[in-house]
């Protein structure tokens, strides 16, 4: 029976200081119970002599100095796993709460997990067909990435992110897949879209959801990506799934560390973010990969709001850092009506240049991407000066450039939320697009491809 | 040694007593999970230290033993090829042990105990040697001799030495020292990783790193044993040319240190770099590359220590005299783990949280490069460059850690997220970045490869200004308010930008450019510039001479392979000069 101690000093915010502790460990699991017999979570962030410095997961109304009592575990933080998990919704903390019953767990994991040693990575290069044009040309996803979409508020990111959930696929692969969803301070009607379209895809029973919603406590928050890792984790190195992973929102996750934070008295970094939210961040983001000798793999795509769609916030900049790249919303397109609203200039898959070419998707890939983007590119360039001083100004071969910025908007990137484009479609189509332009200026084409595709 | 009592644990950082006995940077063993360990900061009794492994489970009471010794590398052979953690733990030895995930409190020695290397001595019983000699040689690849150099201090006479197979634990030879005493060398060293290896004296540089990467060598090039920096916001190419330069650079020793980055970044280095032929030794890469790795899910204190450790290494390397290359990605994650260790010992914050001395640490580190002549009677020459990455928040340099690193290093290359949307790489901005050694270097470029390359580069550089500034005219009035001088001069910018500039990394010919053929690739735009502008003098149309076809072939001229290129250039210039009379004769017609 662990020791029950009724030395509760201090309550302010989401913090509590517990005196006279004897054998407590850093990063502990607790226990308060109250005097009505209700439990609430804690952990222990730092221990200075008898006294523990404890953090609440839950809301602190009710604990009271002398009544409430807390229990240490002697054990981390953890998740009892297993594949029953599939299907099942549970709260922040990985309590389910779909009213079925108690999961048995096969064993029981550590939700901080262990990093991964770099030298046990596989480097992911399988090519993910998600249907989507403006990612699947230009900002190839691939098995084991982790690419965010930069949303802001009254972007259709929810469309995307259950877009691509939806349509996802891996070319000529087996396998058995999973998604594990992540829901953090978002709203009911947000997060039941996303269950809504994992039902009408027939992949409800091959989820795992995790669900802190905007009426939950914030600081259960800290907890939830960590759950849903774990169990990601476990799906995908332990019973060899390709599992992708959906965390939603990571601004309020950020939040919520800035909370307990600014409780702590801690010298903040950017606009009050604790200095350490980098590492915070990388502890969840780097548990995506593909690891040697294991058939799994986790896939991930974090979505964020940017505050005043601001990109160089310390969410999004941090976020950007770290993952493998990034698909960005912009407003602009939105307003014109383009679906989805994906700004490609500023968009990026690092791991695009493994996942493309022969044998993967096919051996233009590669060129006609690095062309479309720099196309795309001038052609804005022209229209700016073409709002400025007006067509006439534009030289002929700018004009062209124009045409084919607005074209491939429309064409390209606005395909709605339920066109599922093959690979091969979105090629031609990047191809009937360039045809816009003269042959000579296609510089980044090499001249077999050109002579093969251009003219055919 | 010292037996202490942990008092307080908070996160990475932990506070003992019991620790009178103990020095500042001893390193620790904390607890019975055996931790490794730093002091950082005594107070009485009570010790500060940065634990390199995650604290999580730990209690007060638990105990904390010094070892007595700084934290210190093993250098001998067994270093190239390798992959280390921050504490310069091998990765591969340790994924055999533990399996796939880092567990805690692992003990395996940095370099194996196990492995036999044939021993060549360089010297012989009865000579006269001195610190930093070199006794022998050991072949650790293809391409490395790895030199067994006398300790630093070293002092004495040959006693015994023998060529043949050793364990780097093994004694290979004993020297006498003046009073008598014999004093066994083996093929290991130790050094503290915090103290910079000692040379006789300090050069200034004057011969370039070359790199193959165009925008370095031609506009902003760095010198051996020159320092460089290259912040950028996320998403501009950092780490990309960061790879760039570890692969191609013309070193004999690269040391890469992976300090906060992503896991898969070194993955790739892993996978890619035995696959790729060094252009000068026509060996795998790997064979001259030492690679640190503390990505950012790994401890934080140990990033903090991974930059020390990459350097130390690197300049054992540079003491055998050899060049070597220090590539860090990024600083920025290692000023943030001093910003978090520095913190949580609650000291005053400087601007933005960091501590007041993280100008002086960022410029003792890069103070740690140069070209040096080494101990030992030889006075072999070595040099030490370093090229640090920099991740400004929102990619603006005003920040601390962008600040500092500015104020040391001698080459910017500033990279630039608006370059990168338009797929321009390496986006390094012409107009920002510079390189101090660009003068010294110039006369050494005049010299070895063109005797006009200071000067073609000069021209680069005016007409990519010049553009600019036509630019802001163009954006206000329109293409067509310029005088068909200007927009010649516009054209021509642009070659050297899409021509000249982008380089595309992933690309096999294009990936790695000779000087010879930077130097004719420069000859062909610039040429293409001075024909036209000739032939408007003399009244030809600015349209044709800006779409003359010879232009398409200047611009395909980067995907012509090394050994083609005089012919192709020969080509260039026939049809270039074809293309000028022609667009001549048609004004003639009129």
Redesign the interface.
Known sequence: MPKEYRTIEEISGPLMLVREVE??????LGEIELANGEKRRCRV??????NALVQLFESSAGINLSDSKVRFSGR?MELGVSEDMLGRVFDGLGRPIDGGPEIIPEKRL?V?????????????EEFIQTGVSAIDGLNTLVR?QKLPIFSASGLPHADLAAQIARQSRVLGAAGSFAVVFAAMGITFEESNFFVESFKSAGALDRTVVFSNLANDPAIERIATPKMAMTAAEYLA?DRDMHVLVILTDITNYADALREVSAARK?????RGYP??M??DL??I???A?R????KGSITMIPILSMPEDD????IP??T???T???IILSRELHRKGITPPVDV??S?S??K?KGIGEGKTRRDH?NTM?QL??AY??GKDAKE?MV??GE????DI?KLYAEFSDEFEKQYVSQGFTTNRSIEETLDLGWKLLRILPR?EL?RI??TLLDEFYDA | MSIGKI?????PLV?ASGMRDANMFDVVRVSEKRLIGEIIEIHGDRASIQVYE????????EPVESTGLPLSVELGPGLIGS?FDGIQRP??E??KI??????RGIEVPSLSREKVWHFTPSVKAGDRIEGGDVLGTVAETEVVLHKIMAAPGVAGTVKSINEGDYRITDTVCVIEGADGAGFPVSLLQRWPVRRGRPYRKKLSPDKPLITGQRVVDALFPIAKGGVAAIPG???SGKTVTQHQLAKWAEADIVVYI?C?E???E???V??EFPELIDPHTGKSLMERTVLI?N??????AAREASIYTGITIAEYFRDMGYSVALMADSTS?WA?AL??MS?RLEEM?GE??YPAYLGSRLAQFYERAGYVVSLGSDRREGALSVIGAV?P????ISEPVSQATLRIVKVFWGLD?NL?????FPAINWLTSYSLYADSLGQWFNKNAAPDWTELRGRMLSLLSDEAALDEI???????ALSPPDRLKMEAARSIR?DFLHQ?A?HEVDTYTSLNKQYLMMKSVLSYYDSASEALERGADIEKLVNI?SR?AI??FK?VSEDKIEEEYARIQNMLSGDISEALASKEEF
């Open positions: 054998n407590v460990t850093f990063n502990e962030l730092e221990i200075d002599g008898s981390q550590d901080n997990g262990t990093p991964m040693n770099p030298a046990a990575r596989s480097y992911p084991g190195f801690e010298v903040p970094g950017r200095g350490y980098y590492t990388a502890s983001y780097e548990r990969g690891q040697k000798g294991k990109k160089t916030h310390p900049d941090l950007g850092y770290i493998e790249g990034q200039l500023p990026l690092r791991l240049d590669s690095n983007f720099s590119a001038r000066l400025i001083l006439a100004a534009l030289t700018d000579s510089k090499s001249d | 008092t307080k644990v908070s996160g506070v995650e604290t999580s489970g730990l209690g007060t009471g992959i990765l591969e340790i994924r533990a399996g796939n995930n880092l567990t916001p996320f998403g992976g906060g992503r896991g898969n070194m993955t790739d892993l996978n790795a990505t950012s899910d790994m401890p934080v994650r943030e910003r978090e913190g914050p933005e949280g991740s928040p929102g990619g603006d997220a990168a949307y338009k797929r321009h163009v954006k206000l009035v329109g293409m067509d899409e595309l992933f076809p398409e611009g395909r995907y």
